[in-house]
């Protein structure tokens, strides 16, 4: 099963950046970030597939995030600009199982949280 680890979380002021990064211990055809909010459900953020031409965003972060990939470092990354208080979640790496088509590998999730 591959591993992931998610990094680059952190206290940013509403407007603001991060980039959070995924470090896999092999590359997976198609990857994705997932956000849990305090009290709310795990929630779908973005995915891309393996050469990177084929990305989805959910419609609450279309046009401030952006995913992308690099399969040489086997890292998979998630720009995050104009940054809003209800961006605040862990915010999980997945990968998806090609055998049962599920995102069925996470990591631990990293912290973001946006000030107002």
């Known amino acids: 099963q591959v591993q992931l680890v998610e990094s680059g979380g952190g206290l940013v002021q509403a407007g603001g950046s991060l980039r959070l990064s995924c470090a896999a211990s092999?590359?997976?055809?198609?990857m994705g970030w997932f956000r849990q909010a305090p009290g709310k459900e795990r929630e779908f953020v973005a995915t891309i597939n393996w050469s990177g031409s084929n990305t989805n965003y959910a419609d609450s972060v279309k046009g401030r995030f952006t995913i992308s990939r690099d399969n040489a470092k086997k890292t998979v990354y998630l720009q995050m600009n104009s940054l809003k208080p209800e961006d605040t979640a862990v915010y999980y790496c997945a990968a998806k199982s090609m055998i049962s088509g599920d995102f069925a590998s996470w990591g631990q999730g990293t912290q973001v949280t946006v000030s107002s």
């Open positions: 092999f590359s997976m055809y198609e």
